[in-house]
């Protein structure tokens, strides 16, 4: 049975949790494993965030931000602890973001130090990223800072690993655990304060909503600077006595369906996108060990529900739905009560409000409230906009069931109007994956001189023309405004590094070939 949700167990310290999960299943459990092999007990994570925390708050103020440009990994995640242990904030940034918006993201969030690491920066040859941040701010190398440790050090960090709550730094639940960006989808990213208590409250809401075993591992290649790789992927599985196994980079679609299997994983973390790619990418009995998956960031495909089961077995994909303003995690399905085409069911502790869309007939504008619901936004000019009365406009269209499960519609500015008609892109985005559903599709709108707007169809399909798509429409009776009568083909559909669909870049791409016409 899933843990019974209590509305006031998210009120400790991140850190104070790691501690009470510690106590509780047990100090020398290993909990932290990454692609080197190395794995971490509770007291090896502690007595790490200690030594490295004690070198990093030397030359740093309690409650300051300080930033990590690191993949996933047992670095960052020991990173993230240590500035925990001493008051700091752990600032997440986006390395795949581009130097325009780490630049801004650095400015918003007051950064005077960044933290990444020299093997990281040469592998992905971010040369040019750190010169440009060296230029508004001090970068940092962990390997430098791991060479400064002394016999004193090591001595503070043995010490406090064996008495952990009196020598961390005492944080209330309701300062700020984390400062995250936004994916960026549709626009520039904007900077989200989550305090202690919405990081730490959200585990526990999912602990309350899906049994999980602590013998259980989870693998982790989604990047932590999104707030699901940081919740699902760190801070779930390690404050409820779970393996955390941390890859840098889901895009290593040959390589994770061998180490999933090599490391015992039984959830793996993933976006439809990647877990197409890996399935087939995987031999025979990679994946089959697989409790579940759970996919975020985009709709998971009939095709990819298929793919899985046909060659592992019946491992369910657990859609789930969420926002970096929420902790992230809003909805998800069980392994119980899987329903297709839903993003699953209401977390507990989470109230919901649905309003009506004008030209939408059903469904409504979802707004959420509760103990995961963020801080606020942090603006320009470093203020905090709180959400007003601590409701958060989701900007999502759904339908929410009497039992709280909850299906998506699209995003209120996923709609176009065409001919005086509220148009749904998500729907259009479905017509082009009924009929090529091995293909990946993106739908946008552009302006017209007649309608007002027009849907336009990019697919990395190269063959995919409009006259079977109207007549696959016109068989299953969907209504002819939602047909794309404009394709345009690309040899690939951009993907933020969070996995979702980059619309920003691809209306950018329509509008230029437009110019082009």
Known sequence: ????????????????????????????????????????????????????????????????RVGLLLPSGSAVVV??????????????????????????AVKISGLRRVYTAHRFVEQGKLEDLTDALNEVCQVDYLEDVRASLGLGD??????????????????????????????????????????????????????????LDPA?????????????????????????????????????????????????????????????????????????GLQFVVCGAEKVRDETHKLVKDRFGPIPLLEGYGATEA????????PTDNR????????????????????????????????NVMVGYLNDDGRVEAPVDGWHDTGDVVELADDGWITILGRVKRFAKIGGEMVSLTAAEDL??????????????????RKGERLVLVTDRLDAKVAPLVAHAQSIGAPELAVPRKIMHVTEIPV??????????????????????
């Open 327 to 334: 902790a992230p995690v809003i909805a998800v399905n069980k």
């Open 432 to 449: 082009a994956l009924q009929m090529w559903p091995d293909a990946r599709h993106a739908v946008i709108s552009m302006p017209d001189p």
């Open 154 to 211: 090591k001595l503070f960090a043995a010490a406090a690993g064996a008495m952990p709550r009196r020598f961390r730094a005492k944080a209330s639940p309701d300062s700020t655990g984390v400062v995250l960006f936004t994916s960026g989808s549709f626009g520039a990213p904007r900077g989200v304060i989550l305090s202690q208590a919405n990081l730490v409250t959200n585990v526990r809401q999912i602990a309350a909503h899906i049994d």
């Open 216 to 288: 259980w591992v989870f693998f982790n290649p989604l990047p932590t600077f999104h707030c699901f790789g940081l919740t699902a992927g760190v801070l779930l599985p390690i404050l409820n006595g779970m393996k955390a196994f941390e890859y840098p980079s889901p895009l290593h679609v040959k390589q994770i369906p061998t180490l999933v299997r090599e490391s015992g994983a039984s959830v793996l973390l993933a976006t439809d996108t990647f877990i197409n790619q890996y399935a087939r990418a995987a031999d025979p009995g990679d994946l089959s």
């Open 496 to 517: 933020l590094g969070t996995g979702k669909t980059d619309y920003a870049t691809i209306q950018r791409m329509a509008e230029t070939e437009g110019r082009a016409a």
């Open 79 to 104: 990173t993230f602890f240590a500035l925990h242990a001493f008051g700091r904030v752990p600032t997440m940034l986006n390395f795949t973001a581009g130097i325009r918006n780490l630049k801004a």
């Open 340 to 371: 297709h085409g839903t993003v699953g069911g209401l977390l507990p502790g989470i109230e919901t409000r649905v309003e009506p869309v004008e030209g939408i007939p059903t469904g409504g504008r979802l707004y959420v409230r509760g103990a």
């Open 1 to 64: 049975m899933p843990k019974a949700y209590d509305a006031t167990s998210g009120q400790s310290s991140v850190f104070d949790a790691l501690i009470e999960a510690s106590n509780l299943y047990g100090a020398k459990k290993l909990i932290l494993e990454d692609q080197d092999r190395n794995p971490l007990s509770y007291t090896g994570l502690i007595r790490a965030a200690f030594a490295l925390g004690r070198k990093i708050a030397a030359v740093t103020k309690p409650g300051e």
